[in-house]
């Protein structure tokens, strides 16, 4: 099967192209904006064949936009001199295939995320979300602190358990009388999934 495994397309947008053997070696390229277009062969963007006879490695094509055309084409990558990149076999037979773009995130619309610090943040907190996480321990101390305070890293020593661990402080209740007080604390231990 003639397949597209590369491609190099400014405007980055979804595109149709219509592949197809001519000469029994070399392929013909033709892009399309539409399925429409593609399908009846109308308002043809650009087109171009093959450089090389078509070969397991690939064979480049560079494009020339048709008169028709409204979008001026260009590479996406200058460093690369391809349109697209065909692969298969002289005893292909046309075939259509739909090539997205580069990138496909929806917009952004909320303007909480149209602040730059804001979409750091987001963005970190997104990667975050993937490479760690959490572990929260419930712990009673049998004295008061009067010093903690939230954000606080602490070190939880264990000689029984031969653990020493580095926690954040995320919670903190006082309870007891006016003659003794006792803290309860809740930690956050980072853990790594890559490790």
């Given at each position: 099967m003639l397949e597209i495994n590369n491609w190099n397309l400014n405007p980055n947008r979804e595109w149709f192209?219509?592949?197809?053997?001519?000469?029994?070696?070399?392929?013909?390229?033709?892009?399309?904006?539409?399925?429409?277009?593609?399908?009846?062969?109308?308002?043809t963007i650009a087109i171009g064949t093959s450089e090389e006879d078509i070969s397991s490695s690939g064979t480049a094509v560079i494009l020339t936009a048709e008169d028709v055309?409204?979008?001026?084409?260009?590479?996406?990558?200058d460093q690369e001199e391809f349109h697209l990149k065909i692969i298969g076999t002289s005893s292909d037979s046309s075939i259509l295939h739909q090539v997205k773009p580069f990138v496909d995130l929806p917009e952004i619309a909320d303007s909480m995320y149209k602040d730059a610090t804001l979409v750091h943040r987001k963005a970190a907190m997104e990667i975050n979300k993937h490479t760690h996480t959490s572990i929260f321990r419930d712990l009673k101390i049998a004295k008061h602190y009067p010093n903690l305070v939230l954000g606080n890293v602490i070190q939880l020593n264990s000689s029984r358990l031969s653990e020493n661990k580095t926690t954040v402080l995320e919670e903190r209740t006082i309870s007891g009388n006016k003659n003794f007080l006792v803290d309860s604390i809740i930690t956050r231990e980072y853990i790594d999934f890559i490790r």
């Open positions: 192209v219509k592949l197809e053997i001519v000469d029994t070696t070399k392929v013909k390229v033709s892009l399309f904006l539409t399925l429409n277009d593609a399908q009846s062969l109308t308002n055309g409204i979008f001026p084409i260009f590479y996406f990558n």
